[in-house]
C-alpha cells in the first residue's frame, strides 16, 4: 500500500518488515546488524514508545537527553524523539528529586 504525499513518515522511506515499519537508508552496505542498518520507527506520542524511553533511561543510570537519544538511535528511530525524551525525564520523580524541585514541591 503506497503512502500518501502528505505523510509524516514517507520521507524515511519505509519498508514492511514482519508487519513493523522499518527505516530504509543508506545503509544497505555496510557491516551492521539488519537492527542497525534499518531502524523499527516508532511514534513517540505513543505508550510503548515512552516505557521504552524510561528503560533506557533507568538503564543508563538517568543520564541526559542526547545519550538516551543516541542509544536508542542504535535500534530505533522515533517520531519526535528529543521531545518524547525530554518529556519522559521531566516525569522521571528520582530525577525531579535529584535536581531539587523549586518550592518542594512534586
Known amino acids: 500500500m503506497p503512502l500518501l504525499d502528505g505523510s509524516k513518515i514517507a520521507r524515511f ?3 514492511l518488515d514482519e508487519e ?3 527505516l530504509d537508508g543508506r545503509l544497505h552496505f555496510a557491516k ?4 542497525q542498518c534499518h531502524p ?7 505508550h510503548f514508545t515512552k516505557l521504552l524511553i524510561l528503560q533506557t533511561h533507568i538503564r543508563l543510570y538517568d543520564l541526559g537527553v542526547s545519550i538516551i537519544l543516541a542509544q ?3 535500534e ?5 524523539a528529543r ?3 525530554k518529556q519522559v525525564l521531566h516525569s522521571c520523580l528520582p530525577c525531579r528529586i535529584a535536581k531539587g524541585l523549586p518550592g518542594g514541591e512534586i
Open 40 to 46: 523499527l520507527l516508532l511514534d513517540g506520542r505513543r
Open 76 to 80: 530505533f528511530w522515533i517520531l519526535r
Open 32 to 35: 551492521l546488524s539488519r537492527e
Open 13 to 15: 522511506k519505509p519498508l
Open 83 to 85: 521531545q518524547t525524551i
Open 20 to 22: 513493523f515499519i522499518r
Open 72 to 74: 536508542l538511535r542504535e
